[in-house]
């Protein structure tokens, strides 16, 4: 039973080791689905951008802030899609 222990968490340490890099020969986007994630990335910073000029105007709204780290948030989620599939 011990030995299977050791087993088992040695696979899960070297597992990863043997994944390669993010880029690979085989792509999975096309040119046209990055091109318009990025389009989908530069929208949700836009929003996030006039959501935060709108909480200078009322900075007492919490629901503001929320809206605007939720943005923010999925463009940085979409951006390391981008990053790891597009670039």
Do not use: R
């Amino acid at each position: 039973m011990k030995n299977w222990l050791i087993i088992a968490m040695m696979l899960f340490v070297i597992t990863p080791a043997f994944a390669g890099g993010h880029k690979s020969d085989g792509q999975i986007m096309n040119k046209k689905e990055c091109s318009e994630m990025k389009e989908g990335i530069t929208e949700l910073l836009m929003v996030a951008d006039y959501l935060w000029k709108e909480t200078e105007k009322d900075s007492e709204n919490k629901e503001l802030y929320e809206a605007v780290a939720f943005y923010t948030q999925q463009a940085a989620n979409y951006s390391t899609i981008y990053d790891v599939w597009c670039d």
